[in-house]
Structure formats: C-alpha cells, structure tokens
C-alpha cells in the first residue's frame, strides 16, 4: 500500500507582489498616539479585571468601564482622521 504525499501548503506572494496581508500608512503620522491611547485602554481594562477580580463595589466597577467605552471612540476618531500628508 502506498502513501499519498501530502500537498503542502506555501505561502506565496500574491501576483501583484503583496504578501495578502492588509497594510496601510494613512496613519502613520499618528501611530505612536494611537498605540499610546490604546495601551492607555488595556491598562483600565486590566484594572477592571482586577477590580471584579477582588469583588470592588459595583458602581465603581462600572464607572471604570464607562471610561474604556468612552475611550474607544476616541481611538478611532483618531485613526480615521485626514493625516495633513495626503
């Protein structure tokens, strides 16, 4: 009995020379902001973690997650908005 080689999958470029992954530079002026704002947003999450974690009290639970829902919009604003090099 004889075994089938499998095929093997090799990641190839695509035919127009992109390795098939997304990337953009529009918001490469503001990159160092947005990583710092979001950095900023995975510091409360974990602090929020830890609260529900040693059983806080709930209103100070939530006002920490009012402040990461507040905070997300305003990572995006920042990523979509017009760079001033386009």
Known sequence: M????????Q??????????????????ADKAKILTRLRRMEGQVRGVQRMVEEDQYCLDILTQLSAVIAAAPAALRLHGRPSADR
Do not use: E, L
């Open 11 to 28: 990641s190839t470029p695509h035919a127009n020379g992109h390795d098939g992954h997304r990337h953009s530079t529009s918001y490469a």
């Open 2 to 9: 004889s075994k089938t080689p499998k095929p093997t999958t």
